[in-house]
T-cell receptor
Framework: DGGITQSPKYLFRKEGQNVTLSCEQNLNHDAMYWYRQDPGQGLRLIYYSQIVNDFQKGDIAEGYSVSREKKESFPLTVTSAQKNPTAFYLC???????????FGSGTRLTVV | DQQVKQNSPSLSVQEGRISILNCDYTNSMFDYFLWYKKYPAEGPTFLISISSIKDKNEDGRFTVFLNKSAKHLSLHIVPSQPGDSAVYFCAASVPSSGGSNYKLTFGKGTLLTVNP
């Protein structure tokens, strides 16, 4: 079955450490996105990529970095510069046109 | 500045009754709107969408209404079922400025609880 896989589902990080969240899709979608969900804040866009080797900042990119070396993969690195990294992170992908997104099941990151 | 607003954080209805979830937007460039449903610790799933050239779209128990002059849309669920209990997100997009993929702007969500 095609879909988006995010791993791990739960992740704990010590303050000051970088951590990378994985997102892999086998839907052959061109575009991929990273969102962050906080209680009462909805979904906020961190980064997005419309094509391999290209990506753009979203609304809250500070403290995050991404790469898009393969069409299937769009990993997100949460750096030590991110002041409040504890959140639920969602990866999504889409095809050209108005078809909405397919989301992964999310990764909950907790800084301890 | 929040461009997509869901002013009701929560809504509670009885099984079998109608659920009405509301969404307002401020960006007049939005021309496509979607509703997503999300269960705890899972990713959102697409429910229904509507283009700005329409004022209504229906899919089974779900109907979305769009009032462009008021910059308002609503999702009606009839009849409501306990399995509909989830967070519902309203989302909107503008015409693409370059590529053919569209960024979505989401509201904060409304938690719907359907009581048996």
């Amino acid at each position: 079955d095609g879909g988006i896989t995010q791993s791990p589902k739960y992740l704990f990080r010590k303050e000051g450490q970088n951590v990378t969240l994985s997102c892999e899709q086998n839907l052959n979608h061109d575009a991929m996105y990273w969102y962050r969900q906080d209680p009462g804040q909805g979904l906020r866009l961190i980064y997005y990529s419309q094509i391999v080797n290209d990506f753009q900042k979203g609304d809250i990119a500070e403290g995050y970095s991404v790469s898009r070396e393969k069409k299937e993969s769009f990993p997100l690195t949460v750096t030590s510069a991110q002041k409040n990294p504890t959140a639920f992170y969602l990866c999504a992908s889409s095809i050209p046109g108005r078809y909405g997104y397919t989301f992964g099941s999310g990764t909950r990151l907790t800084v301890v | 500045d929040q461009q997509v607003k869901q002013n009701s954080p929560s809504l509670s209805v009885q099984e079998g009754r109608i659920s009405i979830l509301n969404c307002d937007y401020t960006n007049s460039m939005f021309d496509y709107f979607l509703w997503y449903k999300k269960y705890p610790a899972e990713g959102p799933t697409f429910l229904i969408s509507i283009s700005s050239i329409k004022d209504k779209n229906e899919d089974g128990r779900f109907t979305v209404f769009l009032n462009k002059s008021a910059k308002h849309l609503s999702l009606h669920i009839v009849p409501s079922q306990p399995g509909d209990s989830a967070v519902y997100f309203c989302a909107a997009s503008v015409p693409s400025s370059g590529g053919s993929n569209y960024k979505l702007t989401f509201g904060k969500g409304t938690l719907l609880t359907v009581n048996p």
